[in-house]
């Protein structure tokens, strides 16, 4: 990701192509969707964090000052997960939830997002106690830049869930956010095996 | 919209009443186009090349420290062969087996009489990529949300995330 400068693990966002004609008629065909795929990859190229700096290799041994994903660390970079990551990545993208496309303009010409977007949140965090942090990130992907951008830390008070509304102002974008209840908000932080 | 010269023949699927029962051929054909999509433009698809491994060469191989974990990754993915989108069978059911009775076996669909039409698999995890862009990857995960969009006139593209937990679980992806 970034041309090498970081790597990503935990939640992926992939992409899967299919041939247009042959999906649409999918149902009635007898064989399987293999057939139908032209391509396949990872559609997260770039990153940014919440700062909007570019995603970058971690400290190992103390903070990343500049690039590091927040929802993995406290405000001045230093991993606040419970765990360390077992494999040699630098950050992780934590159980990614409930995501979906936004199209632009879908309320009317000039109104909602200007781009295509796809809206996911980290919905759950097992922190170090002895740690502060940030917070679950949310995260809106640019699909036509394969871009991803950090775009908010909500999720620690239970929020997950994210749909655009019709703001019918051309000036405004607004997102709906609902997740879950006060019990699974406060197991979010401590207790987040519960929530499976 | 003419017919391409090869046509595909295709049989209603199997799984049970279609919507299109009726309909036993079809041919798929770029829209405004007349060339076959499938069969016939293979170069569009991703296909399963494979691995060349000849007798030779695995004997070669086998005098290199450490390759009989090779071979036996090679003879795995031999066996598999599980490519993006070629699973059939069904991870979901209409119903709990215990209640209606269905035959739970691994890998196989369990009770497939969904009550408002059929469900076909587009990929399941576990699959691997033999798309050159992605060549080896593995669908990984427990997809939470999709999206989809026209990459162009041609291509439909669809986006899903894998909510993986990195190393909060035992099987860190």
Not at chain 1, 14 to 35: C, L, Q, V
Not at chain 1, 163 to 180: D, L, R, W
Not at chain 2, 17 to 27: K, N, Q, R, W
Request: include cysteine.
């Amino acid at each position: 990701m970034n041309n090498g400068a970081a790597l990503i693990g935990g939640s992926h966002i992939n992409y899967i192509d299919y041939d247009r004609e042959m999906f649409s008629k999918f149902m009635t065909y007898s064989g399987p969707a293999s057939d139908m795929v032209v391509g396949m990859g990872q559609h997260i190229k770039r990153a940014y964090n919440l700062r909007n700096e570019l995603l970058s290799h971690r400290v190992r041994d103390g903070a990343t000052p500049v690039g590091a994903h927040l929802s993995n660390t406290n405000a001045e970079g230093e991993w606040a997960v419970a765990r360390l990551p077992r494999i040699e990545y630098d950050w992780f993208y934590q159980s990614l939830c409930s995501a979906h496309m936004e199209e632009a303009h879908q309320w009317g010409p000039g109104i909602g997002f200007e781009d295509d977007v796809y809206l996911t949140n980290e919905e759950w965090h097992s922190y170090n106690d002895e740690m502060t942090f940030v917070g679950n990130t949310y995260h809106a992907l640019d699909v036509t830049t394969d871009t991803m951008y950090a775009i908010g830390a909500m999720s620690m008070g239970g929020f997950e869930k994210s749909a655009e509304i019709n703001a019918q102002h051309p000036e405004y974008v607004m997102i709906a956010m609902s997740g879950k209840s006060i019990l699974a908000a406060i197991c979010h932080r401590r207790e987040d095996q519960l929530l499976f | 919209m003419k017919e391409p010269s090869a046509p595909s023949p295709v049989a209603p699927s199997p799984s049970g009443p279609s919507m299109h029962a009726g309909s036993t051929t079809f041919v798929c054909t770029v829209a405004g186009d007349d060339t076959p999509a499938m069969p016939g433009t293979k170069s569009r698809y991703c296909t399963d090349k494979g691995i060349e491994l000849t007798e030779e060469n695995a004997g070669l191989l086998s005098m290199i420290p450490g390759s009989s974990e090779f071979l036996k990754y090679y003879k795995l993915y031999e066996a598999e062969g599980y490519t993006v989108g070629s699973i059939t069978d069904l991870v979901v059911e209409a119903g709990d087996a215990a209640v209606s009775g269905a035959t739970v076996e691994d890998g196989k669909s369990g009770d497939v009489a969904f009550p408002f039409g059929e469900i076909k698999p587009i990929v399941t995890a576990g699959e691997r990529s033999v798309c050159d862009e992605s060549l080896g990857e593995v669908i990984v995960g427990k997809p939470d949300g999709m999206g989809a969009y026209l990459l162009d006139d041609h291509t439909i593209r669809v986006l899903f995330q894998s909510e993986s937990y990195g190393p909060l679980t035992a099987n860190e992806a």
